[in-house]
């Protein structure tokens, strides 16, 4: 059913824009593509164009980035046992972008295997030094967990407002795509990446599942039930650290999408990870193609920074749904 | 052989010898009581059992497991556990909850249905197999305790501990839970804080004080007046269970010759 949505979500989607696509044409044109044998084309050469170069690379690259940071958030959710939990609170998102950020700063461009690499390492570092900072006497403790994330996002922050700052007026705009986020210039190549992430990422956590459900009543009893909760929060670190570098390398920092789809989902669908994970990477997907359309539309021909977008359609949503359904009700 | 030996266990927690040089084993099929005051290391002692503390000296066995070198899954198979600390907001179902248990035997798809069948078992066993759709927040103090004794029994565990677990619970909802274990013919260790429910309900008794093992036998054996007495600093006498003829510990309250209120006097 949510399947369902999201794949008419993804027509609609497409066939948005300056110039509309019928969306019975976006259907036509996308089986066209990706079934086999002759088809009789009732459409334009430019139409084929729009749909299949420029814009189902973009949408498919929402479905990725949103299905990712949603999974990311649900991970870290689960281990530090903490609602707010994202890779932003966690300093992996704001380590990315930093990687990414001080890599254009250097001269590096966009697509650009130095700015992955270098989004990849942030993360990776930051997950390093929260794992440092977090750990005492062989345990890694969730709330130092999120402690050690919060300061060591606004240090990398700090960072990179300051590089953001001295650049040259020439580099601005692609310092603040990474800022803020944005998937203007995805095309299909950028696609392998976090579509590699995503799957990798989704597959061991479905794997963890219910590991990941005990995590969530509490370390001792986890531990009683024999999860090694120091190993599981070493593996989602890395995981998470891996999964938010691919993301952020190709979409720059999307902010809200890792925190709040997780939390209305579990709202939903209730906290086991074996339901909730693929509701999640459904909803995380559909949230970001809805609000990338609006990005790409509402002030056409400008676009609208993902992020900011995200934001403001994403928290009176959840504010909502927190009225409505409060924590622990029956369902 | 015993089901649980503890030989010369201590343990240290920063300054404080929490558990000192302790020695105990419970018979297999035994329901072993745990007393003795806040803070006289009775959690403590159930955790170095089950290893989540790692004691500074001595050793302990778990059916013949040796569980300071074991692994963590290795120990879980054979010992489940009722924590203090288990959240009681996680938006997980009953079921959800109950399937936790299975989760030291390992989780294939090939073993997906008999994870349900035992589980429902469980759940059957502790009297909650109503509530298996139920959201574990929305569960009362002693709903909550039967399904996380049926995640327990889904454990198949030969050795169970439980810390505390009438905690919260009405007396009506303490005796079934002490009543259901008894029943579950599975060697336990119980942490307790009233006397008369552990002499009604457990084998033997094993009696802490700062650590130390003050008493160890039969609920007969460990609960005289000058024992408690000197354990709680609290005055009382001991009568028979007019019903089953067990003791029946009965407190003098604190003006009616408890020493503490001698001192002041």
């Known amino acids: 059913m949510t399947t369902f949505v999201l794949v008419l979500t993804i027509v609609l989607s497409i066939g948005t824009g300056p110039v509309g696509v019928p969306p019975a044409t976006v259907a036509k044109i996308l089986v066209a593509h990706l079934l086999p044998g002759e088809h009789v084309a009732t459409w334009t050469a430019a139409q084929d164009q729009i749909v299949w170069t420029f814009r189902l690379p973009r949408v498919l690259m929402a479905v990725l980035v949103g299905a990712a940071l949603a999974v990311v958030g649900t991970l870290l959710q689960a281990i530090v046992r903490n609602p707010l939990a994202d890779p932003y609170v966690l300093g992996a998102s704001s380590g990315a972008a930093l990687g990414a950020v001080g890599a254009l700063a250097l001269g590096a461009s966009v697509p650009g295997l130095l700015v992955s690499g270098s989004a990849f390492a942030g993360a990776a570092v930051a997950g390093v030094v929260v794992y440092v900072l977090a750990s005492r006497g062989g345990r890694i403790e969730s709330l130092r967990m999120v402690l050690a994330g919060v300061a060591l996002s606004y240090l990398f922050s700090a960072v990179t407002g300051w590089i953001t700052a001295t650049a040259d007026h020439g580099r601005l705009p692609g310092l603040i795509f990474f800022l803020l986020g944005s998937i203007s210039s995805a095309t299909w190549a950028m696609l392998a990446l976090p579509a590699l992430a995503l799957v990798l990422g989704t597959a061991y956590a479905l794997h963890r599942a219910r590991h990941l459900d005990a995590a969530m009543t509490g370390d001792e009893t986890a531990a009683s039930l024999g999860v090694d909760m120091t190993r599981l929060r070493i593996e989602v670190l890395v995981v998470t650290a891996a999964m938010t570098g691919a993301v952020v390398a190709v979409a720059g920092g999307i902010g809200f999408v890792g925190m709040v789809v997780p939390h209305v989902c579990r709202l939903l669908v209730g906290a086991g990870h074996r339901a909730l994970l693929p509701f999640t990477v459904v909803a995380g997907a559909l949230l970001v193609v809805l609000v990338d359309t609006v990005a790409r539309t509402a002030a056409s021909p400008r676009e609208i920074p993902l992020g900011v977008v995200t934001a403001l359609v994403g928290a009176p949503f959840f504010l909502w749904l927190l009225r409505t359904r409060p924590v622990g009700a029956e369902r | ?265």
């Open chain 2, 1 to 265: 052989m015993s089901s649980v030996v503890v030989d010369r266990v201590s343990v240290q927690l920063g300054d404080t010898l929490a558990i000192d040089d302790v020695s105990l084993e419970v018979r297999p099929g035994e329901v072993l009581g745990l007393l003795g005051p806040n803070g006289c290391g009775k959690s403590t002692l159930l955790r170095t059992i089950y290893g989540t503390q790692r004691p500074s000296a001595g050793t302990v066995h778990l059916d013949g497991l040796d569980v300071t070198s074991a692994r963590r899954r290795d120990v879980a198979r054979r010992c489940a556990v009722l924590t203090q600390d288990h959240a009681t907001d996680v938006e997980l179902s009953v079921l959800d909850v109950v399937l936790l248990g299975r989760i030291p035997h390992g989780a294939s798809r090939r073993s997906a249905d008999d994870d349900l069948r035992r589980a429902s078992e469980a759940l059957a066993r502790t009297d909650a197999t109503h509530l298996v759709h139920r959201a574990f927040p929305t569960l009362s103090g002693g709903e909550r305790q039967r399904v996380l004794l049926a995640r327990a029994l889904c454990q198949d565990p030969r050795v169970l501990l439980l810390d505390e677990p009438t905690n919260h619970l009405d007396v009506t909802h303490q005796l079934d839970l002490l009543g259901a274990v008894g029943d579950l013919g599975v060697t336990c260790v119980v942490a307790l804080h009233d006397l008369t429910l552990a002499a009604a309900h457990c084998d033997r008794l094993a009696l802490l004080d700062g650590g130390r093992l003050v008493a160890l036998g039969t609920p007969e054996e460990v609960l005289t007046p000058a024992r408690v007495e000197a354990t709680y600093r609290v005055a009382c006498d001991l009568l028979t269970h007019p019903r089953t003829g067990r003791p029946l510990v009965a407190l003098a309250p604190r003006d009616h010759g408890s020493p503490t209120a001698q001192e002041a006097s």
